[in-house]
């Protein structure tokens, strides 16, 4: 297992620009979980899957993200009309649900950077 | 919203113990304490959990107080690369939404 994999590694776009991010978790996870982190600040919680079914969406994920999982295994973070406050560090975190040790795995991450 | 307080820096010599403290005064009884770290440019990792025992990995340990009121990490033989942002996070069993909720950790730097 080769853990929990996020293309691109980088995206450079333009302001109004749409943005797609692939996350490609660990086979047998059911949970993936999507964060946003700012220079200087913790992760932040965007939203998280169980299986294909989209279970909580944060304050954060506004009109212009959207998040799908459709077989239940990788999962798109899209956002469209991008602003300059979108750039981030976006990270894709995975893991197998319905333990008492949970763990979430994360993956490398997607900088992207807004003109 | 975070539960934790954590030093916002912290130094350690090159192959000493490093201690890393949380304060969790609010924790139910029910959650854990997890701690992960995020080198410059990657993802976090996980390091280790606890509910009241002490625990120990190939990695740290972690201390638990008799109260569960705080903990310590602890990196025995620090290395540079151990220099990273150490998160320490309460939450709750498995039974429902187990997001992890971050704050801003505790950036550790190992000194030659």
């Known amino acids: 297992d080769t853990g929990v994999s996020q293309n691109p590694r980088h995206k450079i776009t333009k302001r109004g620009q749409n943005v797609t991010f692939r996350c490609d978790p660990i086979s047998e996870h059911n949970r993936l979980y999507w964060y946003r982190q700012t220079l200087g600040q913790g992760p932040e919680f965007l939203t998280y899957f169980q299986n294909e079914a989209q279970l909580e969406k944060s304050r954060l994920l506004s009109d212009r993200f959207s998040a799908e999982r459709p077989k239940g295994s990788f999962s798109t973070l899209e956002i469209q009309r991008t602003e300059q406050g979108d750039s981030a560090m976006y990270l894709c975190?995975?893991?197998?649900?319905?333990?008492?040790?949970?763990?979430?795995?994360f993956g490398s991450g997607t900088q992207l950077s807004v003109l | 919203d975070a539960k934790t307080t954590q030093p916002t820096s912290m130094d350690c010599a090159e192959g000493r113990a490093a201690n890393l403290p949380c304060n969790h005064s609010?924790?139910?009884?029910?959650?854990?304490v997890y701690w992960y770290r995020q080198i410059h440019s990657q993802g976090p990792q996980y390091i280790i959990h606890g509910l009241k025992n002490n625990e120990t990995n190939e990695m740290a340990s972690l201390i638990i107080t008799e109260d569960r009121k705080s903990s310590t990490l602890i990196l025995p033989h620090a290395t540079l690369r151990d220099t990273a942002v150490y998160y320490c996070?309460?939450?709750?069993?498995?039974?429902?939404?187990?997001?992890?909720?971050f704050g801003t950790g505790t950036r550790l730097t190992i000194i030659p």
């Open positions: 975190a995975s893991s197998l649900g319905g333990q008492i040790n949970e763990k979430l795995l």
């Open positions: 996070i309460v939450r709750p069993p498995n039974f429902g939404n187990e997001k992890l909720t």
């Open positions: 609010t924790i139910s009884g029910n959650e854990y």
